[in-house]
């Protein structure tokens, strides 16, 4: 706040104080007082009235300031009405509550859509509960007549399965509140639980699986993480060269800070230009565009979001028609960064 | 015959559940009504019991709970509950296995049947008969007219898997998928190679023309 700015707001005023002292003088010449008395009353007025107009200013300018420097300080804005000192001058006191009036108003719009999507999330995890039963009857059924039509159809359901699964940790990642459940798991565990989940395709597409190096403890809900790397394996089987004998390699490394974990396949890898945008939601890139691989741009997107839930680094380097190598970096220790 | 106790709420998984089962060479049994399950478990007495949470008026973890108490019978939970805490709430319990639906069949088995395995460590047979030959399940070896081969693990499972399905045709997949859950994840390949030596300890005990290979459909245990 300037003060020609303040002054400007106090034009009003000052013109009608100037009217008045006019009138003032054109008496006191009216009626022939002493020159003193004259030059002293206009003075005092035009003194008194400047010490107000200052410390008025100094006050308002020391409150606004306060504001300023208080909320450019805070990421949630909003919390401003929480940590600001109520001001001692009538006007500030009225802007303070006007702000708690609407932050309030605010906070319960926003809660009504927290509560909406909380209740949307609930639905659809109990909606993938209740699917997840005829998809096991059917196999069960698959299972007790096996030919070549329900093995196809099999291959069909475990599709259908995946879809369900990236719905499930979608609901999950997009809700705030902790989901997740961190415990000592053994990488080898996790790995293994994923690629028996990706047997039949893999044996069917004959790729070779090397592991090596997995015997390592990391802290984190291996579930997710089976979900991600299940994400990640199914990645390396669509995007594999038809024409030579593909290889999934997975192996763990220990740091001093960190374990990180190796996915590698000797794919079609990604071209240079995409690679940065990989992880966008939606992204599918010149290989996913191609019609034999339908790509809904969604698997990477969740794996990047769950795994910056989780508070694990993930990073992808590719060699365009030679390989793409996934790392999936665990931070040591108990301590772990939660967002 | 081992009995499996099912409690499981959806008539049509159950059926096929059960049916897989029989046909794996299990007895199976069920419970309509879960009024009193605790009291019903313990009258059936059975070998083993396969659980699911979400059970009309009765609740899966507790029921898991109060059979802990009073036996030692194995517990698997098959729920379409998919989450960490769930699960270690029902290992806390007492279960003793915690699958989640759709599950993986050939696991469920594997686990059914270790379990089996454990829990009559006493009476259990170390060798399976074969008539032609006796398979050593301690030992990893084959036994005929006091000559024994040792066999290394992958070549083990194969001839075990095959002399459990004798007289049937079992698909190069099938062999590969069984090596695959005990994490073994051998390729075509290897698989070939592993037969192959399979083949010339047969020789060595004079049985090679047991194991019969069928072109384009898999191998015959006769």
Not at chain 1, 218 to 242: A, C, E, G, M, P
Not at chain 2, 17 to 42: A, H, M, R, V
Not at chain 2, 89 to 109: C, E, M, R, V, W
Request: glycine share 4%; charged share 30%; net charge neutral.
């Amino acid at each position: 706040m300037k003060f020609t700015e303040f002054l400007k707001d106090k034009m009003l005023q000052i013109i009608l104080i100037i009217f008045g002292l006019i009138t003032i003088e054109i008496f006191l010449l009216a009626y022939h007082i002493g020159n003193f008395i004259k030059i002293y009353i206009p003075s005092i007025i035009i003194i008194l009235y400047s010490i107000t107009i200052i410390v008025e200013y100094l006050i308002k300018k020391q409150f606004y300031k306060n504001t300023t420097n208080l909320l450019n300080e805070l990421e949630d804005k909003y919390l401003i009405t929480e940590i600001i000192k109520t001001p001692n001058f009538t006007e500030g006191k009225k802007l303070i509550e006007i702000l708690e009036q609407t932050n309030k108003s605010m906070i319960e719009k926003v809660n009504q859509y927290k509560y909406a999507q909380e209740d949307y999330k609930e639905y659809i995890e109990l909606w993938i509960h209740e699917i997840k039963i005829p998809i096991a009857t059917s196999k069960m059924i698959i299972e007790n007549n096996k030919n070549q039509a329900t093995k196809s159809i099999d291959e069909e359901l475990n599709k259908v399965e995946n879809y369900i699964e990236q719905a499930l940790y979608y609901a999950r990642s997009n809700t705030v509140e902790k989901d997740y459940y961190i415990k000592k798991s053994n990488l080898k565990e996790i790995v293994n639980e994923s690629i028996l989940k990706n047997k039949t395709t893999l044996i069917q597409e004959k790729i070779l699986i090397n592991t090596h190096d997995l015997n390592i403890n990391v802290s984190t809900d291996s579930k997710w993480i089976v979900f991600i790397l299940n994400q990640i394996i199914q990645n390396s089987v669509k995007y594999r060269k038809k024409e030579e004998q593909s290889e999934i390699e997975i192996y763990a490394k220990k740091a001093k800070e960190n374990v990180t974990l190796y996915i590698k396949d000797n794919g079609i890898g990604i071209k240079k230009g995409e690679i940065s945008r990989i992880f966008e939601k939606g992204f599918t890139g010149t290989n996913g565009r191609t019609a034999s691989k339908k790509s809904t741009g969604i698997g990477l997107y969740l794996c990047k979001k769950l795994c910056d839930k989780l508070g694990i680094g993930i990073e992808i380097n590719s060699i365009e028609n030679k390989e793409t190598e996934v790392k999936l970096i665990f931070p040591n220790g108990s301590h772990v960064d939660i967002k | 015959m081992q009995k499996i106790l099912m409690l499981e709420d959806d008539e049509k998984l159950r059926n096929e559940l059960e049916i897989f089962l029989n046909n794996n060479g299990y007895e199976t049994q069920s419970l309509k009504k879960f009024d009193n399950p605790i009291q019903d478990i313990l009258t059936i007495n059975p070998d083993l019991i396969l659980l699911d949470i979400n059970l009309p008026g009765a609740d899966g973890q507790y029921i898991c709970k109060e059979i802990r108490k009073q036996s030692n019978l194995p517990i698997i939970i098959i729920t379409s509950r998919d989450n960490e805490i769930d699960e270690l709430l029902s290992i806390n319990y007492g279960a003793d296995h915690y699958i989640t639906k759709p599950f993986n069949i050939q696991i469920l088995l594997a686990k059914i049947s270790s379990l089996l395995k454990r829990s009559n460590m006493g009476s259990n047979q170390e060798k399976i008969d074969c008539k032609e030959f006796i398979l050593n399940i301690a030992k990893n070896t084959i036994e005929k007219d006091q000559k024994e081969i040792e066999l290394t693990r992958n070549e083990f499972k194969i001839l075990k898997y095959l002399a459990e399905r004798r007289n049937k045709i079992v698909s190069r997949e099938e062999i590969m998928e069984h090596l695959w859950e005990s994490e073994s994840f051998i390729d075509d390949n290897t698989l070939t190679v592993n037969i192959t030596r399979l083949r010339n300890k047969l020789e060595e005990l004079e049985i090679k023309e047991l194991l019969v290979t069928k072109r384009g459909q898999g191998y015959i245990l006769i």
